[in-house]
């Protein structure tokens, strides 16, 4: 045991934290592309809302339900002589019409003259198919009904567009709408010109172990020190959780909404608090310097430099696991949470609420129930070297598929769920072409999607130094050359699949 000392006078916690966090399974709040966050972000008055008569169950017949879902339309830079239609594809979050002023695709649509659509994916955001979230509906969240969705879309604007029969139509997505981005054009290729497919997981995994190794990649890119760090406060942590003093401790120094002395017995609370901490830096990985996090100007700026400058700090004589504290100290401030809370009955029961109008539904219910269903793509303190620990193993994520949906999500389920879904799509080896794959190099995702290729019709982009959806953010003055550069290759061969 590591020989340190901690002097306190008094024991506390604050209450008031919310069972559902900010960051989890590899998700932020609100989606992983959300909306765009620039200070020289257009805002338009315009209402670009509009509402599409959609099918339940495209893959049965007899099934003839129907249900209204959300999307948008800019007609603001359409040129009918040039023929071409932009479609951004909606994901795991509620669909936003910023994203119909802002961002690259608008740049790309201002050049090419282009009509803009924007569907919201069902299940998200005010897509509502079914009365409730309850398993017995979310059958019908699969990937597969959310492509025939956007077929069903696209056959349908033809019509109430007056598109012409060769209309060209180009497909952009993000994180997991950047997966759908290539399957769409995989699975309907007749529909779809080409797809730009941004920060897309295409290998369906269940332990997804290689995420956390990225994020210690990021941090020793920025500091070997600041790497050295957490893992030694990681360390300090195991020692405090064996005794009573030391549990006190951690419960005052990370702010934890419960006191962790009453949860010493219980393997998934503790489980759970280390994927809190571990989560903490992941958050900011995946979207280092995309200006993507935040309620406002100051908060947007933590990055892994800010981290780093906190962990590396060796000057102020703090013990790592202090630093560990400030950490998430700061994630709460960032992310207005008043307390840390780790409690897994809490985080269970929020995800078993199947109403709509539950804090879960704005998307952490149905994003887990696809990975428990298709995906997997748990971030498990599996792959050693591991800074962060080993208390979050891939058994943890499985046992909460079947606690949150019932029995029959055990691991032999999700098994041939992932088998299933790299079956139907091929996984990394996807014959596809008028594709582009783009990722970068600190978003961890990158290690589920094609960085490499050696085919010209569907090359990628591999971006150094950039994070998750970096690409199609609106540009700014701080850009890497490397993004500018990737930001124009997107665009010649946005022209090339169109043949200007």
Known sequence: MNNFTFFLVVFCWVSGGSSWRFFHNGRIKGGNLGSPQHRSLIKESRNFTRWFTQNLDHFDPTNRKTWEQRYYVNDEFFDRSKNTVFLMIGGEGEATDKWMTNGTWIDYARDFGALCFQLEHRFYGKSHPTEDLSTENLRYLTSEQALADLATFIYAMHEEFDLQPDVNWIAFGGSYPGSLAAWLRLKYP????????????????????????????????????????????????????????????????????????????????????????????????????????????????????????????????????????????????????????????????????????????????????????EFGFYQTSSNKPQIFGDKFPVEFYIRQCAEVFGPNYNASYLEEGTKRTNTIYGALDI????????HGSVDPWHALGITKSYNENAPAIFIKGTAHCANMYPKSENDLPQLQAAREQIRQLISTWLKY
């Open 190 to 373: 007749h529909l779809v010109r080409g797809s730009v497919s941004t920060s897309g997981p295409l290998l369906a995994l269940t332990d997804f172990d290689e995420y956390y190794k990225v994020v210690g990649e990021d941090l020793r890119t920025i500091s070997e020190d600041c790497y050295s760090a957490v893992k030694r406060g990681t360390a300090q942590v195991d020692s405090l959780l064996q005794h009573m003093t030391g549990q006190r401790t951690l419960t005052e120094m990370f702010k934890l909404c419960d006191p962790i002395e009453d949860s010493i017995e219980n393997g998934n609370d503790i489980s759970n608090f280390y994927d809190n901490l571990a989560g903490n830096f992941a958050g900011i990985a995946q979207y280092n310097k995309d200006n993507r996090i935040g309620q406002s100007p100051e908060k947007l700026n933590v990055t892994l430099d800010t981290l780093c400058g906190i962990m590396g700090n060796e000057q102020s004589n703090m013990l790592e696991i202090t630093r560990l504290a400030q950490v998430n100290a700061l994630i709460l401030n960032m992310t207005n949470q008043t307390c840390t809370d780790y409690v897994y009955s809490k985080m269970i029961d929020e995800m078993r609420n199947i109403s709509w109008d539950s804090e879960s539904a704005e998307g952490g219910r149905q994003w887990f129930y696809q990975t428990c269903n």
């Open 431 to 438: 014959e596809v072409s008028n594709v582009v794959f783009v």
